[in-house]
């Protein structure tokens, strides 16, 4: 059955990206630490060809059966749009006002929606059995706000970043319920859960 | 060796409490649900007598050998006081910027300081070899910024509150490290942090 994944890495204070992002700081200031159980770096801050490790490579891993993703223009774009690929190979749903314009990428893979329940659905209908993977904030904010996400996957990174972009400032609302599913620590502590409705 | 210790139960976006806070609503809209781990109630929402069962009483016991706590009128106020004793005995330091005025209870154990770092100094001296623990969100923002908190305990309740009182709203600075040193799964999960200096 496939489910439908809100998927971030994120400091204990909740931010998912530092402070002064712009198109070349993607992550914000001190941002990249949030990303490093999954693109560890040496001491000159150069990516670790080697990868991973232990628990942290086993969630890595768990990237490559995603079916489609979602995310918003604020995780694309400061990416470069991983030239033109995520997860190597599934389609990427853009969820975004406009689509690009003269002179900005377009790559093959990814389609612009200005509608997040569209979005996910065109996610949902291109992963088939795999699951859908959502990410950014902005995007996760309107998925859950939408009642669209059946999971929560947080990569807790062991850091108060103090300020930058919250993953979570939902719209003010009725509670939601979750259920822990799955721990694990790594060099994140890799915390799951479900979305109770 | 005597350890200072924020310690709080939060949602997992963070929140200690929920919106619409008074001194009757101290934990405002939903907020009371973050202490079922430690107070658990029945279906009326009375507490039960028995109390926390399992990692949630291991967790709740710890609190018996607490030295000194610190923390502040948000919440102590809505407490009432805890009835004039917190955590069955040890002295409690408030920080805050004025002393109780005309027809505010005073307790006998309760000291106003005005100074975080003060509080806590005071309170670690009166703590001796045991733990200080530190709690609010004003109050551990500004332990934290002072540069006087050993360890963050977090005990991260199931719930996307949405809305309310964050606990982390620190000021803008250097990112600070952590190291987890503690995980345990109960019906909150406890989560325990050294902060690295």
């Known amino acids: 059955m496939s489910k439908t994944i809100l998927d971030m890495s994120v400091s204990v204070d909740g931010f998912i990206a530092g402070p002064n992002e712009t198109?070349?700081?993607?992550?914000?200031?001190?941002?990249?630490?949030?990303?490093?159980?999954?693109?560890?770096?040496?001491?000159d801050g150069?990516?670790?060809?080697?990868?991973?490790t232990g628990v942290d490579a086993e969630m890595k891993a768990a990237y490559q059966s995603v079916g489609a993703s979602v995310c918003g223009r604020g995780t694309v774009?400061?990416?470069g749009g991983w030239?033109?690929?995520?997860?190597?190979g599934p389609p990427v749903f853009i969820y975004a006002r406009r689509q690009p314009g003269p002179?900005?990428?377009?790559?093959?893979?990814?389609t612009y929606v200005d509608d997040i329940a569209e979005a996910i659905g065109r996610a949902q209908r291109a992963a088939g059995d795999a699951d859908v993977i959502v990410q950014g904030a902005g995007t996760g904010q309107a998925a859950i706000d939408a009642g669209l996400i059946d999971e929560v996957q947080l990569h807790v990174v062991p850091l108060l970043l103090r300020d930058?972009?919250?993953?979570?400032?939902?719209?003010?609302?009725?509670?939601?319920?979750?259920?822990?599913?799955?721990?694990?620590?790594?060099?994140?502590?890799?915390?799951?859960?479900?979305?109770?409705?």
Do not use: C, M, T
Not at 46 to 52: K, R, V
Not at 83 to 88: E, K, P, Q, S, V
Not at 103 to 110: D, H
């Open 164 to 197: 930058g972009r919250r993953l979570f400032d939902l719209s003010p609302g009725a509670p939601l319920d979750l259920e822990l599913i799955d721990v694990r620590q790594g060099d994140a502590l890799h915390v799951r859960y479900r979305v109770l409705r």
């Open 23 to 43: 198109i070349d700081n993607g992550l914000g200031d001190g941002g990249q630490r949030l990303h490093d159980w999954v693109l560890p770096r040496d001491a």
């Open 103 to 110: 002179g900005e990428s377009r790559w093959p893979k990814f």
């Open 83 to 88: 030239g033109g690929d995520a997860y190597a």
């Open 46 to 52: 150069d990516f670790l060809e080697s990868g991973p």
């Open 77 to 79: 774009d400061p990416a």
